[in-house]
T-cell receptor
């Protein structure tokens, strides 16, 4: 069983829709991450939250909007996405510092 | 900038055999961390093993072990007594001084019955 829970597992949306991806962990980790992963490629870092504050934004388009309501939750709000945004979106968490990141199962996102 | 290279796009071995996946990296840092992650078709990214650069002893986790050669900047993963469940994409990753992961391109490992 994964210790990082992502919902939904699959999402199909049109380019004009607004949706949100959710990530939850209860391991007491204070760093949380969003990654985008295309098929047969490694994950690409999108955002990092450290102690509930956005610490890294890897030049991600504004149609992706992250939110960290508390130390256990991480959301990714989606609006006006493009077909090229179709991918697997992975959430991860870790202790701050050189500790391993623990990943969720991901959300498979398809943009029509 | 740090880079991670996995030179084997795909490998295939028979069940119970031993297989070694290669990984090299480039950095000017002296203290860092290295990881191997596996991603089965079920898609969850799973930590396999972690190595701290200041430790000379190679990390081991059950059937998984690494050969860490710091001077050569090499970090290979050995899987002993391979099992069907080991079939997955394997990613080598370097953790930089900002604690962000730099990923290799991945090696697709297929274990044949």
């Amino acid at each position: 069983d994964t210790e990082v829970t992502q919902t939904p597992k699959h999402l199909v949306m049109g380019m004009t829709n607004k949706k949100s991806l959710k990530c939850e962990q209860h391991m007491g980790h204070r760093a949380m991450y969003w990654y985008k992963q295309k098929a047969k490629k490694p994950p690409e870092l999108m955002f990092v939250y450290s102690y509930e504050k956005l610490s890294i934004n890897e030049s991600v388009p504004s149609r992706f909007s992250p939110e960290c309501p508390n130390s256990s939750l991480l959301n990714l709000h989606l609006h006006a996405l493009q077909p090229e945004d179709s991918a697997l979106y992975l959430c991860a968490s870790s202790q701050v510092g050189g500790r391993p990141q623990h990943f969720g199962d991901g959300t498979r996102l398809s943009i029509l | 900038a740090q880079t991670v290279t996995q030179s084997q796009p795909e490998m295939s071995v028979q069940e119970a055999e031993t297989v070694t996946l290669s990984c090299t990296y480039d950095t000017s840092e002296n203290n860092y961390y290295l990881f191997w992650y596996k991603q089965p078709p079920s898609r969850q990214m799973i930590l396999v093993i972690r190595q701290e650069a200041y430790k000379q002893q190679n990390a081991t986790e059950n059937r998984f072990s690494v050969n860490f050669q710091k001077a050569a900047k090499s970090f290979s993963l050995k899987i002993s007594d391979s099992q069907l469940g080991d079939t997955a994409m394997y990613f080598c990753a370097f953790m930089d001084s900002n604690y962000q992961l730099i990923w290799g391109a991945g090696t697709k490992l297929i274990i044949k019955p």
